[in-house]
């Protein structure tokens, strides 16, 4: 397929970005609304990230499998499907009320987002010259970034009502009692899902009747190709990608580590209600489109890798600001560091891929596999600030290491050396 007739599916992939960063980012707004409707803490709640991310894991391998026997299109396909199911689920969900049931509905729709970005990535990267990948995927990304802010500008209002009583602190006179209150805070669950579930299936039908560029060798014969391995697990000799796998884990790790938290930071450390704090939320997501939009026109002059080693030691110092003052100015710092993150994991991502010709959609599926880090990272941060109320800002020393990690890829680990 010649340069320019890319357009058309680079517009179909830039879609996913977009619908994956709304169903991700809905989730610190989750994790808020479940710590009222399940009595969950800080830590418990951040279980939800866990559920979702988990998915990342363990389904990417047998993805990049499937698209490789069948066809990218048809993994994207059955991902928006599958994303789209998930979404509804939330109207048993309501009626069941248990933690439980919202940690499978999560890892439903990290499943079929999974299936998105396994493809869209390395769909991206190999879609125009390999010279001006990195900036083509922050390009993609700039639409992640859109579907971040809408999430938590718009989204995130029409679940958290701004009220939050416990069972003691809730008005005698409150129409129904506690059982009600409850009730009115799951059903506002409900209505982003649906919404989300309605585009997941347009978008689906859209992709069905479209024409995709088949891309390396997905779609193959496996009988005329017997010695074929469907995943490379020898791709992660190569130390650039393995040093990527690594950073991506720590990157993705450090970014939920303050997504998810954001909402929590604000209302119970910060002092603000709800309405204020998802307003800053969206601000935060601002920050981060912003930074995406730059930073792909920076990379007209400068060096991805460059720019990340840079981004990242802004991180750094940012998480030392929030880890010292806390508050409001902890905040504030936050909103700078949305900003320095914008180009770190597509950069990372395509600077991981350089190079891999054959072997990219393995590669992609290990990279993709790294989002476990958030998985696991943010707890640490959650329990800290859980458990060291006082002193909750020095959790932040979690998101400072990962950064750290991201700033010596962009240092040496990037480098193609064999």
């Known amino acids: 397929m010649k340069k320019n007739t890319y357009t058309l599916p680079l517009s179909l992939i830039f879609c996913l970005f977009f619908l994956w960063a709304i169903s991700s980012n809905l989730l610190p707004t989750m994790i808020r609304q479940l710590m009222k409707t399940c009595e969950l803490n800080t830590f418990e709640a951040s279980f939800t990230e866990t559920a979702y991310w988990l998915a990342y894991f363990i389904f990417p391998i047998p993805i990049a499998m499937f698209m490789k026997r069948y066809s990218y299109k048809a993994g994207i396909i059955f991902g928006l499907i599958l994303a789209a199911v998930g979404g509804l689920l939330f109207f048993p969900a309501a009626i069941v009320k248990e933690y439980w049931a919202y940690l499978?509905?999560?890892?439903?729709?990290?499943?079929?987002?999974?299936?998105?970005?396994?493809?869209?990535?390395?769909?991206?990267?190999?879609?125009?010259?390999?010279?001006?990948?990195?900036?083509?995927?922050?390009?993609?990304?700039?639409?992640?970034?859109?579907?971040?802010?809408?999430?938590?500008?718009?989204?995130?209002?029409?679940?958290?009502?701004?009220?939050?009583?416990?069972?003691?602190?809730?008005?005698?006179?409150?129409?129904?009692?506690?059982?009600?209150?409850?009730?009115?805070?799951?059903?506002?669950?409900?209505?982003?899902?649906?919404?989300?579930?309605?585009?997941?299936?347009?978008?689906?039908?859209?992709?069905?009747?479209?024409?995709?560029?088949?891309?390396?060798?997905?779609?193959?014969?496996?009988?005329?190709?017997?010695?074929?391995?469907?995943?490379?697990?020898?791709?992660?000799?190569?130390?650039?990608?393995?040093?990527?796998?690594?950073?991506?884990?720590?990157?993705?790790?450090?970014?939920?580590?303050?997504?998810?938290?954001?909402?929590?930071?604000?209302?119970?450390?910060?002092?603000?209600?709800?309405?204020?704090?998802?307003?800053?939320?969206?601000?935060?997501?601002?920050?981060?489109?912003?930074?995406?939009?730059?930073?792909?026109?920076?990379?007209?002059?400068?060096r991805p890798q460059d720019m990340l080693l840079i981004y990242s030691l802004m991180n750094i110092i940012l998480c030392g600001v929030v880890m010292f003052w806390g508050g409001m100015v902890g905040l504030y710092a936050m909103l700078a560091i949305s900003f320095f993150m914008s180009i770190m994991y597509p950069t990372q991502f395509s600077l991981a891929l350089k190079g891999l010709g054959e072997h990219t959609k393995s590669g992609s599926a290990f990279l993709v596999m790294a989002i476990v880090g958030n998985a696991c990272l943010p707890q640490f941060t959650a329990y800290f600030m859980h458990a060291y109320e006082d002193i909750y800002y020095m959790a932040y020393f979690v998101p400072m290491i990962c950064f750290a990690f991201c700033a010596f890829y962009g240092w040496k680990g990037y480098k193609v050396i064999d």
């Open 104 to 302: 499978c509905i999560f890892f439903v729709i990290a499943t079929g987002m999974c299936f998105l970005e396994t493809a869209a990535n390395p769909y991206v990267t190999v879609l125009g010259s390999a010279e001006t990948a990195p900036r083509r995927l922050n390009l993609a990304q700039s639409f992640n970034g859109l579907g971040a802010f809408i999430s938590a500008m718009f989204l995130s209002k029409l679940v958290l009502s701004g009220s939050h009583y416990t069972r003691d602190s809730i008005p005698a006179d409150y129409p129904g009692g506690w059982e009600a209150y409850l009730q009115v805070e799951t059903d506002a669950m409900k209505m982003p899902y649906l919404l989300l579930a309605i585009l997941l299936i347009v978008i689906a039908i859209i992709f069905i009747f479209s024409k995709l560029p088949k891309i390396g060798d997905e779609g193959s014969n496996s009988s005329s190709e017997k010695k074929e391995r469907l995943i490379d697990f020898g791709v992660l000799k190569r130390s650039h990608l393995r040093w990527g796998v690594i950073a991506q884990f720590f990157y993705n790790g450090g970014q939920t580590a303050i997504n998810s938290l954001f909402l929590v930071y604000c209302c119970t450390y910060a002092g603000l209600s709800e309405d204020t704090a998802t307003t800053f939320f969206g601000l935060y997501m601002l920050a981060f489109l912003s930074g995406r939009w730059i930073g792909t026109g920076l990379m007209v002059k400068f």
